[in-house]
Nanobody, 121 residues
Framework: QVQLVESGGGLVQPGSSLTLSCAAS????????MAWYRQPPGKRREFVAA???????LYADSAKGRFTISRDNAKNTVYLQMDSLKPEDTAVYSC???????????????WGQGTQVTVSS
């Protein structure tokens, strides 16, 4: 059974940086693409970034140029480096295992519990 555990959230000021981590466990975890989603207060969950096992990546327009997704296959861990954070980045960030298919990421029903990121002065 796959389990995902996120860490690294917190309260930061606008313009700051933060790195999120998500560790995946389970025998099948290493076979999947990995992604980050976020759910801002009062809004639906939205895609942020995804990465394949070979470290190809996809980004939402809101993340391009500010966020960087990476992974360590040996540790089954995905990271999200977030720079130049804005108040509108405030959300619960969750990681996901799914299928990375070139220009498309298809999420599967493997989710972590989420970690809160709050950007405020």
């Amino acid at each position: 059974q796959v389990q995902l555990v996120e860490s690294g959230g917190g309260l930061v000021q606008p313009g700051s940086s933060l790195t999120l981590s998500c560790a995946a466990s389970g025998s099948e975890a290493g076979n999947y693409g990995m992604a980050w989603y976020r759910q801002p207060p009062g809004k639906r969950r939205e895609f942020v970034a995804a990465i394949s096992r070979a470290s190809s990546s996809l980004y939402a327009d809101s993340a391009k140029g500010r966020f960087t997704i990476s992974r360590d296959n040996a540790k089954n861990t995905v990271y999200l480096q977030m720079d130049s954070l804005k108040p509108e980045d405030t959300a619960v960030y969750s990681c996901n295992l799914g299928t990375y298919a070139g220009t498309l990421y298809i999420s599967r029903d493997y989710w972590g519990q989420g970690t809160q990121v709050t950007v405020s002065s």
